[in-house]
């Protein structure tokens, strides 16, 4: 699909296509950084058993982009799975929102609003309800 504005051509696939394809790609990288870190040495407060591991939630993901972008700084391995797998759920969202702005750019205004509906409730159930369930968890 292409769209004429302002006397240029938009290629809507190729510009959705690129998103999915370069976040795939470097989510994955990401991923395999994290799993050759996590082999090649031993991180510090590594539980001993199996039973360790599920007692303290070892491994379990941080909600604080601070902790996050610390464990980055330190070369954390388990930061850097982290990371790679936060880009790889952001991936389709980033394509959602950048559908939106395409829509825009054509003046189609039934498709923005579908779109940015579709993108609302992506976002709520990321970042309201999932905390949610997850307070009420504990």
């Keep these: 699909m292409t769209t004429e504005d302002s006397g240029r051509t ?5 510009i959705l296509s690129d998103i999915l394809k ?3 790609v470097v989510s994955t990288a990401l991923v395999a950084l994290g799993m050759v870190l ?6 510090t407060g590594f539980p001993d058993s199996l039973q360790q591991i599920i ?3 070892y491994g379990m993901p941080t ?13 954390s391995p388990s930061s850097v799975l982290q990371l790679g797998l936060i ?10 929102a950048a559908s939106a702005v395409i829509f825009m750019l054509e003046h189609d205004k ?3 609003l579908i779109t ?4 609302s409730v992506l976002l709520v159930s990321t970042f309201v309800i999932g905390p949610l369930e997850a307070a009420v968890a504990r």
């Excluded at 996590?38 to 991180?43: D, E, G, I, S």
């Excluded at 880009?87 to 959602?96: E, G, I, Q, S």
């Design 87 to 96: 880009l790889l759920l952001a991936t389709p969202v980033a394509r959602v």
């Design 116 to 119: 940015l509906f579709v993108l």
């Design 22 to 24: 370069y976040g795939v």
């Design 10 to 14: 938009i290629d809507m696939n190729g």
């Design 55 to 57: 007692s303290t939630n």
């Design 38 to 43: 996590t082999f090649a040495y031993t991180p």
């Design 110 to 112: 039934k498709y923005v």
């Design 63 to 75: 909600t604080s982009p601070v902790d996050l972008f610390t464990g980055l700084g330190a070369a």
